[in-house]
């Protein structure tokens, strides 16, 4: 039987209570952000736990919607990637995310679709995907408000899984991480289920990250790259790929590397600014604009303008006297980063260096309203209180 609207609506209103059945039950855990909630599944017939990071500012700003970072093996992966995204949103690298965790039961038998002798339990996971497909995801869509963008990480059997739902249906997902697969397990079933949906489907629309560590055990190394040398002579239409053997590292310690490698990948920061400021040199002002709009249409909604690099690019803009240029690409990070006042202080910066104490107060006031409106942390606010008290001492 699957969930019901009736019964999506029984579990969107025990959010807002306490309630001690087991349908949906929630209790903070570890920090204000962080939620533990439990779920009876009628799929599997069992409570399912689910850990939940909401993003930084998430209570104080209602229209904002965020993708969902969805992270397999939660009992020992999800501290690791809810504190990597934090990281690198609160520096303007990735956008704010609702971050997952399913926390295991069986993994050998959610994770591995075919049985495998060696593993006892294995062969459930078609069935662990009916849940996460038909049960989990409305659910979090449901209770949250999410962007329909989705990214999935799994490692080892997660990986397995990670895959399995890719070849499944591609498009639920916008990203697949499968850090250290084993994609041997099963009789290598992944390689026949690849080999079967790409001979019925050449298309798979969706994002790839595969790695390994080169020091990992048994059969992960070579197996995998055999599924890439499979990928490589299907050439599966629209699937963006990539498969990366990480030097001295194992099969544990090539799981954080490799997170931050597939974010690296997923959405390209590296040098942002240099690359604006020569579209400045080449087209002037409009080169903002066209290096933007550039961006924009080659990466969609991957595509992060970094606030602190092309910030300070368009402070240097301004004090040089390129000022349309500078006020364009301030322009661009406000409209694309609404809730960070941070792009809005190096608005502040730039009249201080030109001698505009007067436009730096006006600009410092907006700084701080929109982190007052979304909590931003103290330090920074008050490192912008005495910012604009500097200038008017200016004054």
């Not at 020992?76 to 990637?81: E, G, T, Y």
């Amino acid at each position: 039987m699957r969930l019901t609207t009736s019964i999506k609506t029984i579990l969107i209103l025990a959010l807002l209570v306490p309630c001690s059945n087991n349908s949906w039950a929630q209790t903070e855990a570890r920090e204000n952000r962080t939620l533990n909630l439990s779920l009876y599944s009628e799929i599997l017939d069992e409570t399912r736990e689910v850990l939940v990071r909401l993003p930084q500012g998430y209570l104080d700003n209602p229209d904002a919607r965020y993708p969902v970072f969805f992270v397999t093996d939660a009992d020992w992966n999800f501290d690791l990637v809810a504190s990597t995204l934090d990281f690198h949103t609160r520096w303007g690298r990735i956008p704010a995310f609702i971050t997952i965790g399913i926390v295991n039961v069986n993994r050998n038998r959610d994770f591995v679709p075919k049985e495998d002798p060696g593993y006892p339990f294995t062969g459930s996971g078609d069935r662990f995907l009916d849940h996460l497909n038909d049960e989990l995801l409305p659910i979090i869509d449901a209770s949250y408000r999410t962007s329909g963008r989705r990214i999935l990480f799994g490692h080892s059997f997660g990986g397995v899984v990670t895959i399995n739902q890719m070849l499944r249906d591609a498009s639920v997902f916008d990203a697949h991480i499968a850090v250290g697969t084993s994609t041997w397990v099963a009789e290598r079933v992944l390689f026949e289920r690849t080999r079967t949906r790409l001979e019925s489907n050449p298309s798979l629309d969706t994002f790839l990250y595969l790695s390994v560590g080169e020091g990992d055990g048994g059969a992960t190394v070579p197996d995998g790259a055999l599924y890439a040398e499979l990928l490589t002579d299907l050439a599966p239409e629209g699937l963006e790929w990539s498969h990366t053997v990480f030097p001295s590292e194992n099969h544990f310690t090539n799981v954080p590397i490799s997170l931050h490698d597939a974010i690296r990948v997923l959405f390209p920061f590296y040098q942002q600014a240099e690359h604006m400021m020569q579209s400045v040199e080449q087209a002037g002002p409009a080169g903002v604009a066209e290096w933007f709009s550039d961006q924009q249409g080659k990466l969609g909604w991957r595509f992060v303008p970094q606030s602190m690099e092309l910030g300070l690019a368009a402070v240097q803009l301004f004090v040089s006297g390129q000022q349309q240029a500078a006020t364009a690409v301030f322009d661009e990070l406000e409209l694309r980063h609404p809730y960070r006042p941070e792009t809005v202080a190096y608005r502040a910066i730039a009249y201080a260096r030109a001698d505009q104490p007067a436009a730096a107060i006006e600009t410092i006031d907006r700084a701080l309203e929109i982190g007052e409106r979304v909590n931003h942390p103290e330090s920074r606010m008050v490192s912008f209180r005495n910012f604009r008290q500097a200038m008017l001492d200016r004054l």
